[in-house]
């Protein structure tokens, strides 16, 4: 553990979860003996004794048992278990993708001539699925400003708007949302709101907030070793579940048992992981914003991330992820150098693994609202368990690298 941390500004939530990853979801003792880790099944047929059992099976489809193998299979089932306590919901549905999670959502829950609001920090997939798939089939989306006060949403809001969607913080600029205001609001007009939840892991709970729908992207810290895709809903309400379950089950939706597996093992160790890579994150943060090349620190629990009273009102931790604006008047050329330098933080998309990473933030986003861009040369970090003390070393050596532009 990093040394220095301040209590008052991080609070870890992730206690919680400790029992739950080590217990939920698994078959345990039994007279014979089973392994620790229920085994992978594979499977796409499945066997009835008879006729009458075959059509009794058809009303399972709601309750994550074994019906056929692309409606889903036991190791899908126990992690959805698993990922449904986590989350505080009801059912989970797990797909092939933290970004298929998104898509198939918003599809579940919007039909032609419905109007979307997406906030202008969206992850950008999912921007690209709005814009792109969602218009083929008559949904029309709007961007709204991730901080836009109550007052503002509401003018953004018109009689066919069905679906609110939210991310907080959002994707590489980091603004925290008031995502109980969104919730009322969409409630009041008869909307539902949709969590990208993803960073927000086991540190926000969405139901307790007046989420209808939250999404996580289980490639991230479950998983945790940078080598398994894999996206969750879960939802609260039974008729959000048939909505969602029957969608899944029109298209086809369904995870690799492996994969499953995979993830059922990566969470059990995941409150360990969260909480090291996280205090690491935040003293690194607090050290970046000490230093003389550094403008901004988007870490949500530092006070001037954009949202910082949201994340202190409703988080109880921060995930290790955050993004570094850096002043004017240093040479991009030199910022590409440093970044193609660092010993530790390896270049490349996604993050919640082990090993830390870094990824330039600056003219590779997209927002529709002029404010949120990043003004200056910007990157985000993902830390990994590395030791604290190389990471920082190794920051410390780029940036003292960095050029002024004279
Ligand atoms: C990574 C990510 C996704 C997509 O997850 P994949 O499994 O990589 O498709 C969606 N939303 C957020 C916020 C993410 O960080």
């Known amino acids: 553990m990093a040394s220095g941390e301040n209590r008052e500004t991080f609070r870890t939530g992730w206690s919680r979860l400790e029992t739950i990853l080590s217990h939920e979801a698994r078959q345990g003792a039994s007279e014979q003996g089973n392994f620790v880790n229920d085994p992978v099944t594979r499977g796409s047929t499945v066997l009835f004794s008879t006729i009458a059992a075959l059509n009794a099976n058809e009303a399972s489809r709601y309750n994550h048992e074994l019906t056929y193998g692309a409606m889903g299979n036991s190791n899908q089932f126990a992690l959805e278990k698993l990922i449904a306590a986590i989350e505080g919901g009801a059912q989970t549905q797990i797909v092939g993708s933290g970004l298929l999670a998104c898509t198939f959502a918003l599809q579940a829950f919007l039909k032609a001539g419905d109007h979307l609001l997406l906030p202008d920090s969206v992850y950008g997939p999912t921007r690209r699925f709005a814009l792109k798939t969602l218009?083929?089939?008559?949904?029309?989306?709007?961007?709204?400003?991730?901080?836009?006060?109550?007052?503002?949403?509401?003018?953004?809001?018109?009689?066919?708007?069905?679906?609110?969607?939210?991310?907080?913080?959002?994707?590489?600029?980091?603004?925290?949302q008031d995502v109980p205001m969104i919730a009322r609001l969409a409630h009041k007009n008869g909307a539902k709101l949709l969590l990208d939840n993803t960073w927000g892991i086991g540190a926000f709970m969405p139901f307790e907030h007046g989420v209808d729908v939250s999404i996580q992207a289980l490639t991230k810290y479950p998983a945790g070793h940078s080598d398994v895709v894999l996206g969750a809903v879960t939802v609260t309400h039974d008729e959000d579940w048939r909505t969602l379950r029957d969608e899944a089950i029109y298209m086809g939706l369904c995870a690799s048992p492996d994969d499953c597996w995979l993830t059922l093992r990566g969470l059990r160790t995941m409150a360990l992981r969260l909480e090291k890579q996280s205090r690491n994150a935040l003293e690194l943060a607090r050290w970046l914003k000490t230093r003389p090349e550094v403008a901004l620190v988007r870490h949500p629990a530092l006070p001037d991330c954009p949202g910082h009273d949201f994340w202190k009102r409703d988080f109880t931790g921060a995930a290790g992820v955050f993004g570094v604006e850096l002043r004017s008047g240093i040479s991009p050329d030199s910022v590409e150098r440093m970044l193609n330098e660092f010993e530790y933080f390896g270049i490349g998309a996604s993050w919640g693994g082990y090993e830390s990473l870094v990824l330039p933030t600056y003219g590779t986003i997209t927002r529709s609202h002029r404010d949120g861009l990043p003004a200056n040369p910007a990157f985000r970090l993902q830390i990994g368990l590395e030791n604290y003390e190389d990471l920082r070393r190794d920051l410390e050596r780029g940036l003292k690298s960095l050029e002024k532009i004279v």
């Open 135 to 176: 218009a083929r089939f008559g949904v029309e989306t709007e961007f709204y400003p991730p901080l836009a006060s109550e007052e503002e949403l509401a003018g953004f809001i018109r009689s066919n708007t069905k679906v609110i969607f939210a991310e907080s913080p959002g994707s590489h600029t980091f603004e925290v």
